[in-house]
């Protein structure tokens, strides 16, 4: 098929804008709003840059070879000119040695640079945060403060913040494109990585290292606020789980703590201490459940408890029968869980 001149002009210009909103979206490390996303993506256009004018240079040597080789006399054939001259010895020290070399080493020290900035090491954090994964969903402990969360980690905006990353199974690596490059999270170790970031905002987690059939859904968020929002929220989050208030809710927790869920969950200020599976003592205060897999409304809930295994197959949650008054009395009291 040919194509007219009109209809391929057309064409460039819809793959130009096709290519320029990829540079942009919620998991776009061309759009970066940390610190340490700021870094890889500048070293990420010096390096396109680059690449582009070499590529460019090549190409017009190609052509001017092409050129001038039909160009030359003997029908396609080149003329034997002898040894090289001195000025064509020069063309290549210079073009094929020298600017190779200073451009190879000049994008190794940017790296280099690049790497000393990614560094947790030469930061002095202001906040600890740890991050362990499991198959298939994160813990997420502030240690100072004496919480345990899931698939969610909340810091305050300008601060730097350290996570601690290890794993409880298999390696993981978490990966917030938007805040920072990929970390491995690898059992009996600890990684670092810091995030600082001065916009308030929520930016999109994800497990960047195969660890089973549930890997692609094991996501997470970073919510960033305010440092007097993200103190309201520490608050919030240290309280134990409040007593049953009502008839409905107490019924409900007998029946949380009288089923499987209390060897596989905690919820502070209750006897259900289980860690096999995320701390619910704040699952409430949740936005999604099961690493992002559905947000946390009263209907996924129920279908999570029931049968989280037609939400997330392969996922390490039994399916929990239940009569349907004791599934209501049970979301009854998890909604208490603010
Ligand atoms: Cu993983």
Not at 61 to 77: E, P, T
Not at 254 to 275: D, E, K, M, N, P
Request: contains cysteine; proline residues 5%; glycine residues 8%.
């Amino acid at each position: 098929m040919k194509l007219s001149r009109k209809r391929s002009r057309l064409l460039l210009l819809v793959l130009c804008v096709v290519l320029l909103a990829a540079c942009q979206g919620e998991s776009s490390i061309l759009d970066p709003s940390g610190e340490g996303a700021m870094h890889i993506a500048n070293l990420w256009w010096v390096m396109l840059i680059i690449a582009a004018v070499v590529y460019v240079q090549v190409i017009s040597f190609l052509l001017l070879a092409l050129f001038r080789r039909r160009n030359a006399d003997g029908g396609g054939q080149l003329p034997d000119t002898g040894p090289p001259s001195k000025h064509a010895r020069t063309f290549i020290v210079v073009n094929g040695i020298a600017i190779p070399i200073a451009i190879l080493t000049f994008v190794f020290g940017f790296n280099l640079l690049t790497l000393v900035q990614l560094s947790p090491v030469n930061a002095n954090a202001q906040l600890t945060i740890e991050v362990i994964g499991h198959r298939w969903w994160w813990e997420v402990r502030y240690p100072t403060h004496n919480i345990v969360t899931a698939n969610e980690i909340y810091i305050p905006t300008d601060t730097q913040v350290e996570l601690h990353l290890t794993s409880s199974d298999v390696i993981h690596s978490l990966w917030i494109p938007k805040l920072n490059g990929k970390t491995d999270l690898i059992p009996g170790q600890t990684n670092r990585m810091f995030l600082r970031t001065s916009e308030v905002g929520e930016y999109r987690g994800q497990c960047a290292e195969l660890c089973g059939i549930q890997h692609a859904r094991m996501q997470l968020f970073v919510v960033a606020q305010s440092p007097s929002d993200f103190e309201h929220w520490i608050e919030g989050q240290q309280q134990e789980a409040p007593a049953p208030a009502d008839d409905m809710a107490l019924r409900g927790q007998q029946i949380f703590l009288g089923a499987a869920c209390v060897y596989c969950h905690t919820v502070r200020g209750t006897s259900a201490s289980g860690v096999i599976g995320p701390d619910l003592t704040h699952l409430a205060s949740r936005k999604t459940l099961g690493a992002g897999v559905v947000l946390n409304t009263p209907g996924n809930l129920a279908g999570w408890i029931i049968d989280s295994q037609s939400i997330k197959p392969g996922n390490l949650m039994p399916p929990i029968y239940l009569e349907s008054d004791d599934l209501q009395a049970l979301l009854t009291y998890l909604a208490t869980l603010q």
